[in-house]
């Protein structure tokens, strides 16, 4: 695997083998690598002749400094993970190559309307505007065929899509399912943070999306959402959000809609803020 820390160098070897006629598939990650991640890798790797890794931390998209402070780094185990996974090129740039500008300099704005008021866009303000920097950024670098990411940030996948549709960047995005732990737990780095009795009270974040998930025809759904932010709260949650939208736009709804319908929670375990999510 290669791994390149400047961009010129980058794109020097990315034009190389898209002249050669490859396709290149792009999995952007701000590292803490988990099977989530490789699941991934292994689709780009399926999909395309060239798989390119990212991680950076993205100090842009964090609301909140401590948050950023404590994010996992495991860079040595990742190298591992990624070249058992067959990556290809790793591009690992320090915050100066991503932001030369400085990160607290001039970025431009998108305009994602309504996608960035709700649920995660209402409690992490510019959350989505860095996110949306930080990919428009890696996606002019590397160029690539094929866009990886993960269903367990549904509503980044919104952004991302709303993204491409705003720079008109020809990129086929592809949403990859949801990892999870064999009690449920979604796979994130940020369980990592979580303490042995956090870990095991983890669960039931999903537990409760399940619970939504079978009662939804029987149950009305402001019962249900009720009932859900009270099972959380009673294992020691803090509830930042349980709604239930329009899986094709993310609006909220209040009674069960026939056009697909999707879950999504966000909860703190003490220090440790966890979302997930499900399709119902
Ligand atoms: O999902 C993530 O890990 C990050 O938000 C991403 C897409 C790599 C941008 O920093």
């Given at each position: 695997m290669y791994i390149f820390k400047e961009i010129h160098?980058?794109?020097l070897h990315l034009e190389a083998e898209k002249k050669a006629g490859r396709t290149v598939g792009f999995v952007p990650t701000m590292g803490a690598l988990h099977d989530g991640h490789i699941s991934?890798?292994?689709?780009?790797?399926?999909?395309?002749?060239?798989?390119?890794?990212?991680?950076?931390?993205n100090?842009?998209?964090?609301?909140?400094?401590?948050?950023?402070?404590?994010?996992?780094?495991?860079?040595?185990?990742?190298v591992s993970k990624l070249v058992a996974a067959g990556t290809d090129v790793l591009f690992l740039p320090t915050v100066a190559e991503m932001y030369p500008e400085g990160v607290h300099g001039e970025h431009r704005?998108?305009?994602?309307?309504?996608?960035?008021?709700?649920?995660?866009?209402?409690?992490?303000?510019?959350?989505?505007?860095?996110?949306?920097?930080?990919?428009?950024?890696?996606?002019?670098?590397?160029?690539?065929?094929?866009?990886?990411?993960g269903q367990k940030d549904f509503q980044q996948c919104m952004i991302v899509k709303k993204l491409l549709e705003i720079t008109q960047m020809p990129v086929n995005l592809v949403i990859c399912a949801t990892r999870r732990e064999t009690?449920?737990?979604a796979m994130s780095s940020r369980n990592m943070r979580l303490s042995a009795d956090e870990r095991k009270l983890a669960t039931a974040i999903y537990n409760v999306l399940v619970g939504l998930k079978q009662n939804i025809g029987s149950t009305p759904l402001p019962d249900l959402k009720q009932n859900a932010i009270l099972a959380l709260e009673k294992q020691g949650f803090l509830v930042d959000y349980i709604e239930v939208a329009d899986a094709n736009n993310l609006r909220v709804v209040s009674a069960p809609i026939p056009e697909g319908m999707v879950a999504l929670a966000a909860a703190k375990l003490n220090e440790v803020r966890l979302i997930d999510n499900m399709l119902l």
């Open positions: 160098s980058l794109q991934l890798i292994t689709a780009a790797r399926e999909q395309s002749d060239v798989v390119v890794c990212s991680i950076f931390v100090p842009t998209q964090f609301n909140d400094p401590k948050d950023y402070e404590k994010y996992p780094i495991t860079i040595n185990e990742d704005h998108y305009d994602f309307g309504y996608l960035e008021t709700v649920l995660e866009g209402a409690h992490r303000p510019n959350h989505f505007q860095g996110v949306g920097i930080i990919v428009h950024k890696l996606l002019e670098i590397v160029q690539p065929t094929g866009l990886f990411m009690d449920g737990l």
